[in-house]
């Protein structure tokens, strides 16, 4: 390897300015990476007077580099090599530009022995973004006894800095990409989850509503085959609707038929299962909504409708349809008992009817619109839904994202997680972090969030203890605990006093954020993995009470060591040994380490 500071061999000045000129103009507004950096390399080639070169991506975390383009050299694009190899590992070792006089001083070089012989000085630069390598750029040369110089190596450098830009935008341009499919995934998966939400809702009532009528025909010694088959129709009816829901086929009821219709048809499924007497009015001129205002208007009051048939105890429910010069709104009234709506958005009463008014919130402002609820107890309830037929701002979704509580005091796990959650889930929104557990039931009652994240293996007070607390604080509280393994016996202490999702630190991301989503709606999701190994834990905890370390540390607990000595002994932390103790007094049933001792050690 020689000195790059040599005498210019460089071409004239007006060649070079068109040449950079060029290979700027280049940059703007392109994003594809290989015909780009071909561009800059050809660029940089010609005016190096040289026929050859490749444009190299680097990765140093893995210690590889990827071929992208090459130019009058063997086709190695798309092929990955190992950082000790070639000119482009050279010049990471360097960590500046390297010049070679003939290429066959370089080591690991790649090219293939009938180009290697034509070729001779070799030159390399480093391609840097925010003061790392992530690339190089390697011109090479077929002219005996031609030697680059400092001047060149300054000129290869200018294009350099191109190729850093068009790697670097070529990332963001696919990190955007990339983001706004998630977006559009996790769009479609809410809409999803609603629709399923609702579709199993109305299906789930109808079903019990002809089941408690089949009791009452047993009862009172009539005859329940009408209402079991009510009850199977209304089975078969969730079923096909949830079908389609997956499908995005929207609800059937809408197939064919105006707005007005699909709602008329489902007041008649009101009236006919719940003996509620129904009305529908519709005011203004009907217009052909759009096929999304539609099937949220209809899901807003399919979803009312249901809750009337489940909460309200109504004798009567009225429908309006209202069409406006500039929007169409829904409501939906009932003289039924009606509720405290401060208590059910409080969260502190009914979860899951507070959970159904976020939805109903949602489906009115994904489309620009809004939506009311007016209830007193005993005088009824009236929710009113304005979606405008063309909405004339884009909608800021992040209000309607879940809200997260995180609880850890690893500073850089919490960094770890607030990333990877980011990433997989858009739709969960990290109000708060929390180092110190004893701060956390104050932060959820200032942020109330849906979900709380925390460890189980928190310090001063456990993730058992945490959830005990907020739980006291809160009954509709959604704690989900991160496990170090399924053998922990506070699994079931936490799964009595009411977390409602465990994951295993280890776990894969999309599962954490799977589960969050669950709590957040108020269901628990558990993997078939994570039950097997619990399973198979209790078995093996049955049939083996304690575990060798644990009857290591109960043997030296026997000889009245005190848990520094233990700790020492084993090779083991302070708070180790304390957690084996805890844990083999809990499966002996010992009140203290003195009973302890005076029990026979299980084998």
Not at 38 to 55: F, P, T
Not at 257 to 263: F, G, H
Not at 493 to 505: F, S
Request: with cysteine; hydrophobic share 45%; net charge negative.
């Amino acid at each position: 390897m020689t000195s790059a500071d040599r005498p210019s061999s460089s071409g004239p000045a007006d060649l070079r300015l068109h040449a950079l000129t060029a290979s700027a103009a280049d940059l703007a507004g392109q994003f594809a990476l290989a015909p780009l950096l071909a561009r800059i390399l050809r660029h940089a080639i010609d005016l190096l007077g040289c026929e050859s070169g490749s444009i190299c991506t680097v990765d140093e975390v893995a210690g590889t580099y990827r071929k992208e383009v090459d130019v009058g050299v063997g086709c190695l694009s798309g092929q990955t090599f190992p950082l000790d190899e070639g000119v482009t590992g050279e010049v990471v070792r360097a960590r500046r530009s390297v010049i070679f006089d003939e290429y066959s001083d370089v080591r690991g070089g790649h090219i293939s022995r009938e180009d290697r012989a034509s070729l001779h000085g070799v030159i390399g630069v480093p391609i840097r973004w925010d003061g790392a390598i992530i690339g190089a750029c390697v011109v090479f040369s077929k002219e005996p006894g031609r030697r680059f110089t400092g001047e060149d190596t300054a000129l290869v450098e200018l294009f350099a800095t191109h190729a850093a830009v068009a790697i670097a935008n070529a990332k963001m341009h696919a990190l955007a990409a990339q983001r706004e499919r998630d977006a559009a995934i996790m769009a479609e998966r809410e809409r999803v989850v609603r629709d399923v939400h609702d579709t199993v809702g109305r299906g789930l009532a109808t079903v019990l509503l002809a089941l408690d009528s089949a009791d009452r025909d047993l009862a009172g010694g009539g005859d329940p085959r009408h209402a079991i088959a009510a009850a199977r129709t209304a089975t078969r009816s969730a079923l096909h609707e949830t079908q389609r829901t997956v499908l995005g086929l929207g609800p059937a009821l809408l197939d064919g038929r105006p707005l007005n219709e699909a709602i008329a048809l489902e007041l008649a499924w009101v009236q006919s299962t719940a003996a509620i007497e129904t009305r529908l009015v519709v005011a203004g001129e009907p217009e052909a909504l759009p096929a999304d205002t539609a099937r949220q208007l209809f899901r807003i009051v399919q979803e009312s409708l249901t809750n009337v048939i489940e909460h309200a105890r109504a004798r009567h429910v009225r429908v309006g349809l209202v069409y406006g010069d500039r929007s169409v709104t829904a409501l939906v009234e009932d003289d039924g008992r009606g509720f405290d709506l401060a208590t059910i958005t409080g969260r502190s009463s009914d979860h899951s009817r507070g959970l159904g008014l976020r939805t109903l919130t949602a489906r009115a402002r994904l489309l620009g619109g809004s939506l009311d609820v007016d209830s007193t107890p005993h005088w009824g309830t009236r929710v009113r839904a304005e979606i405008p037929y063309v909405s004339s701002e884009p909608v800021d979704t992040s209000q309607f994202r879940w809200r997260l509580l995180l609880v850890h005091e690893n500073p850089i796990v919490r960094a770890g997680l607030v990333r990877l959650l980011g990433q997989v889930e858009p739709d969960i929104h990290i109000v708060g972090e929390i180092s110190d557990a004893m701060q956390a039931v104050e932060a959820y009652s200032l942020l109330r969030p849906n979900v709380v994240l925390a460890n189980l293996d928190l310090s001063r007070i456990d993730g058992v203890q945490l959830t005990a607390y907020l739980r006291a604080a809160d009954p509709a509280a959604a704690v989900v605990l991160l496990i170090d393994s399924v053998t922990d016996d506070r699994i079931r202490e936490a799964a009595q006093v009411g977390a409602i999702g465990l994951v295993e630190a280890g776990a894969d991301p999309a599962v954490l954020a799977r589960s969050i989503l669950a709590a957040a709606r108020g269901d628990s999701l558990l993997s078939a993995e994570f039950l097997s190994r619990f399973t198979a834990s209790l078995t093996a905890r049955d049939t083996h009470p304690l575990t060798a370390r644990e009857r290591e540390v109960r043997a030296l607990v026997e000889q009245g060591l005190p848990d520094k000595r233990i700790a020492a002994e084993l090779r083991i932390s302070v708070k180790t040994v304390e957690k084996h103790v805890g844990a083999v007094l809990r499966k002996t049933g010992a009140a203290n380490r003195t009973v302890l001792a005076g029990q026979s050690v299980p084998h």
